[in-house]
């Protein structure tokens, strides 16, 4: 539970980060 929500933040942080790069 507590995995997928880590995971959860880390797959929108690493979307958020390439949008951001762009």
Known sequence: MKDGYVRSIA???????AVKYW
């Open 11 to 17: 797959e929108a942080a690493k979307v958020q980060a």
